[in-house]
């Protein structure tokens, strides 16, 4: 069988898929059950782009039908001129439309479009891993900004001359978790500590971790699991926010898993927040699991949670961010450091989007 069928074949078998859906969602019952209408409207939405390039892959392949016929059968030498130009033109651009079309079939990560707890923790170095990890917010505030996503910081800690020991975030927008989940891993910096009198470069790390946020739909809380726990929120330097008990403590008595939120001066706000980050956590604790599945099969440049794994240094003497996945090396640190990763993650993306296509059969 040729590749051409063969992509005509699936994108054949995927319509007739988007057709069943499509009629789904109008279904009264379908509609009824929540849960299953949001998840066939979000395949309707997956399945759309590979609509288009249906429609203009079957639009392409007929033009270079009518093209090779007029060539075969056309005596007028104007019309098998532009008949010849035609065909040319159709034969260049076939091999990327396939190209891109392959890309179309590989599936997408259901937790994609999700939006984002961001964490982001102090590691090796002391003083100077707080200062690192305050330099990685700031970068990932400055990106979401770029992107119009919003941020929602949760909780943090900050350290004792400066940075942070850690940042908890929520991040919400299109597509947040398919961009930041890249961002999982070690981030090493190599740099002059503002303490060092001798001008040595020290090693410094601080761990990002990108988790899907979890929808109430995901995942099941029972109340009688969490334990609460009210105190005053503080502020920089040590003072209080305010003096009610509206910072929240939650812990999950059977995962043993604990979350703050203390950022809000409503303790229902903050408890709302809590609620959300900690469904996030559990459901996380399956997602691993997943992640592991991937990686035991193929390459994967997403991180499947070992927080060891070193992903990326950035150096400052030399002014270079090098990413160790795919050996990506770019001279422009400042701007990386003021939110300018989109070309690291796009280059990210395009890697593992290929590792992915070996998987397939085309």
């Known amino acids: 069988m040729s590749s051409r069928t063969s992509i005509l074949e699936k994108l054949e078998a995927i319509k007739i898929r988007f057709d069943e859906v499509a009629e789904a969602i109008t279904d009264p019952d379908v509609i009824a059950d929540m849960k299953r209408f949001i998840k066939l409207n979000k395949e309707y939405r997956d399945l759309e782009p590979i609509m288009e390039a249906l429609?203009?892959?079957?639009?392409?392949?007929?033009?270079?039908?009518?093209?090779?016929?007029?060539?075969?059968?056309e005596t007028?030498?104007?019309?098998?001129?532009?008949?010849?130009?035609?065909?040319?033109?159709?034969?260049?651009?076939?091999?990327?439309?396939e190209e891109n079309i392959k890309f179309l079939f590989i599936p997408a990560d259901p937790e994609d479009a999700?939006?984002?707890?961001?964490?982001?923790?102090?590691?090796?170095?002391?003083?100077?891993?707080?200062l690192f990890a305050g330099d990685l917010y700031r970068m990932y505030t400055k990106f979401c900004e770029s992107k119009k996503w919003k941020v929602d910081v949760t909780s943090f800690t900050?350290?004792?001359?400066?940075?942070?020991?850690?940042?908890?975030?929520?991040?919400?927008?299109?597509?947040?978790?398919?961009v930041l989940k890249y961002e999982s891993g070690v981030h090493r910096v190599q740099r002059v500590p503002q303490t060092e009198t001798q001008g040595r470069v020290h090693t410094s790390a601080a761990t990002v971790a990108a988790l899907p946020e979890a929808e109430e739909f995901d995942i099941e809380l029972n109340v009688s699991d969490i334990r609460k726990d009210t105190y005053c929120s503080s502020g920089p330097g040590g003072q209080s926010v305010n003096t009610t008990y509206s910072a929240i403590r939650l812990t999950h008595i059977p995962s043993g898993i604990v979350v703050t939120c203390q950022d809000q001066?409503?303790?229902?706000?903050?408890?709302?927040k809590a609620m959300?980050?900690?469904?996030t956590r559990l459901y996380n604790m399956e997602h691993q699991k997943y992640l592991d599945e991937i990686s035991s099969r193929r390459k994967t440049l997403v991180s499947t949670g070992d927080r060891s794994a070193k992903i990326r240094t950035y150096n400052y003497p030399q002014g270079r961010v090098t990413d160790h996945r795919i050996n990506l090396t770019l001279y422009n640190l400042s701007a990386v450091l003021d939110g300018d990763i989109e070309e690291i993650i796009s280059k990210l993306q395009m890697a593992e989007n290929a590792e992915r296509l070996k998987e397939s059969d085309l």
Do not use: F, H
């Open 55 to 73: 429609k203009e892959y079957k639009l392409t392949l007929s033009n270079l039908d009518d093209a090779k016929e007029i060539l075969a059968n």
């Open 76 to 97: 007028d030498e104007e019309m098998r001129e532009m008949a010849k130009m035609e065909l040319e033109e159709i034969q260049e651009k076939l091999p990327e439309m």
């Open 114 to 130: 999700k939006n984002t707890v961001l964490e982001i923790r102090a590691g090796t170095g002391g003083d100077e891993a707080c």
């Open 158 to 178: 900050e350290g004792t001359s400066g940075g942070y020991k850690e940042v908890v975030m929520n991040v919400t927008g299109d597509g947040v978790y398919g």
């Open 265 to 272: 001066k409503s303790q229902l706000k903050n408890l709302d």
């Open 276 to 279: 959300k980050e900690l469904r």
